[in-house]
């Protein structure tokens, strides 16, 4: 496979072509490239999903603070809630939120995450691709055909932005993790390629201008709870494209305009905590109270 994907609309029309699945044309594109076999990606593949799952199911058993003592304890908090309490959408709903809580304490405890596609996002794709998987049985195949899906979102997205808060805000990182997570729900509750690009198109579009502005300059806050936010932005956006609810705008262009809004949006809300919530009375005492003046 010798032709350069770097649109979504070259990855539609080259799985129309050939009549396959986005995971499909992605396994084989890595294969290639790597010089290796579609089972060696896939095998890759499947490290980082046992991570996710490593990382969420450590995460559900800790309630040790972060160095800052900012967080650490959220899901633990909702864990002890929902032992009396059901939540209101289901045990589905709260085993994402638990899920993307979980692996986003580990990470800011300093455990094992997998990127997807950064830290400070690591908590949404993992959460409903494992709380979703677990709910309904799927199989260790369905659910890496729903990650490398993910994956290809997420790589042709970076094609034209960089994935980093300090270049486009947190739109590029939570926005882009949302997009993904949409990628695999669809994927794994069988949607095709077209509603995949919707679904994906639907969670990264309604999340543009989103502000990176991290309390004393920490993946904690806001990061830590806009996980769990966005993983069930991501499954909104998956009954949507599965309804056949589209996007009005082509996800190539969402992404068009997400560059653009990143290009636009002062460097102070750019991960530079010099605006936002992380210089309000509150958010500089913290940062006070943890590195001293």
Known sequence: ??????????????????NKKIYEIAQEKMAQEADTTVEQVRAFANRSLFAMKEAIDS????????????CGQDCYKMHRRYEKESAMFGDLF?????Y?????????????????PTAGSCGILPSVLIAVSRKYNYSEKDQLDALITAGEIGRIISV???LAGAVAGCQAECGVA???????LCQLRGGTVSQILNASALALKNLLGLSCDPVAGLVEVPCVKR??????HSVTAVELALSGVESKIPIDEVV???????????PMLKESSKAGLATTKTGLAIKNRVFGN
Do not use: H, W
Not at 100 to 116: D, F, H, K, Q, Y
Not at 178 to 184: E, G
């Open 227 to 232: 996980n769990p936010f966005l993983a069930v």
């Open 59 to 70: 995460g559900m058993q800790s309630k040790e603070l972060s160095l800052s003592g900012m």
């Open 160 to 162: 034209k932005v960089a």
């Open 100 to 116: 993307a809580l979980a692996t986003s304490e580990e990470n800011i405890r300093m455990g094992t995450i997998v990127a997807c």
């Open 94 to 98: 709260q085993n994402i939120v638990m």
């Open 178 to 184: 949302s997009a993904m997570s949409a990628a695999a």
């Open 256 to 266: 068009d305009a997400m560059a653009q809004t990143g290009a636009l949006m002062s």
């Open 1 to 18: 496979m010798d032709t350069n994907i770097n649109t979504f609309e070259q990855l539609y029309d080259i799985c129309l072509s050939l």
